[in-house]
């Protein structure tokens, strides 16, 4: 299988600050590439290193077969990069942005408008519109029309949906799923389960160190334990008492329940009657199904 990203043994420091450490991945062609972790595990370090806007200090990458460091220049030209903070101009109009960033490419909107129409038609009707005054959601389509109008043959994407609603948020990986006629690797970094699970393979990363690399179902059945969701009406209450208990590994929040794990994986009718004495009545315990966050939360507990 063709690879489009390889990458070995990188590392990259900021001072005494280690933002990559041995890190190791490859991606396939067409494939897209999904990187979760939280605010500082490394991801926009590590995109801005397959980008070509950062040297690593050790290591060895190849994108789409060219050398990250000798080949930067012409690679350039083969990738688009949507970076996590919003960088189009926001004085110019839309059509403005967008021809702007075909011109430095060498292109023409003309051009390459099949392979922008279905997410530029969303915000054509508005292209005399100043940037500034779009809808986060329309800004995240301009920033992905500027991004793909050179045609490029990677597609690299830095949490692009943050702070964006969840129908524009569907509608944007919708539009990435319609970029695999094209032949377009796509890299991308969420805090979003729902989009994680809509890529090919993820990668889990912490601290500048990747834990685990496979599909979002492989990732899942990883977890090595049962898990419960317990929920009470007072929820503070609740993850208190938990957290206090000897027999408890781990309580983490999520959504209106706890997640836990227990030390006798049989005893969620003692963890009730426990509860209960602790002045928690209405108590529901249920066995779940574990997902990517409750898989990586493990896999940080064993880092």
């Known amino acids: 299988m063709v690879q489009a990203i390889e990458a070995t043994g990188i590392f990259k420091s900021f001072g005494s600050t280690k933002a990559l450490e041995d890190i190791s991945f490859s991606v396939n062609e067409s494939e897209i590439f999904g990187f979760i972790g939280p605010d500082g595990s490394g991801k926009t370090t590590l995109f801005r290193t ?101 045609k490029p043959r990677l597609l690299v994407l830095d949490e692009p949906t943050t702070g964006v609603d ?68 007072e929820k503070y209450k609740l993850i208190l008492s938990l957290r206090k208990n000897p027999g408890i590994l781990t309580a983490y929040p999520f959504g209106d329940s706890i997640h836990v794990t227990l030390a006798d994986e049989s005893a969620d009718r003692t963890l009730l009657n426990y509860l209960k004495n602790d002045g928690i009545d209405d108590a529901v315990i249920q066995e779940a199904e574990a997902g990517i966050e409750d898989r990586f939360l493990e896999l940080m507990e064993i880092e």
């Open 50 to 150: 397959i980008t070509t806007l950062l040297l690593p200090d050790k290591g060895r990458m190849k994108v789409l077969g060219m050398d990250v460091i000798k080949d930067y220049k012409e690679l350039r030209k083969n990738i688009g990069y949507m970076p996590g903070r919003f960088s189009l101009y926001q004085d110019l109009s839309v059509e403005e942005n967008l021809n702007f960033y075909a011109t430095v490419f060498g292109t023409t909107v003309e051009e390459n408008y099949d392979l922008i129409s279905d997410i530029y038609s969303h915000i054509e009707p508005f292209k005399k519109r100043l940037t500034g005054k779009l809808s986060g959601g329309m800004k995240q389509k301009l920033a992905l029309s500027c991004a793909l109008i050179h």
């Open 166 to 233: 969840a129908v524009s948020r569907s509608e944007f990986w919708d539009m990435l799923g319609k970029l695999r006629q094209y032949n377009i690797t796509i890299i991308v970094s969420t805090p979003y389960m729902d989009e994680a699970i809509r890529c090919d393979r993820v990668g889990l990363i912490q601290n500048g160190k990747i834990l685990s690399i496979d599909t979002p179902q492989k990732i899942k059945e990883g977890f090595s334990r049962k898990l419960f969701t317990v929920k009470a009406s």
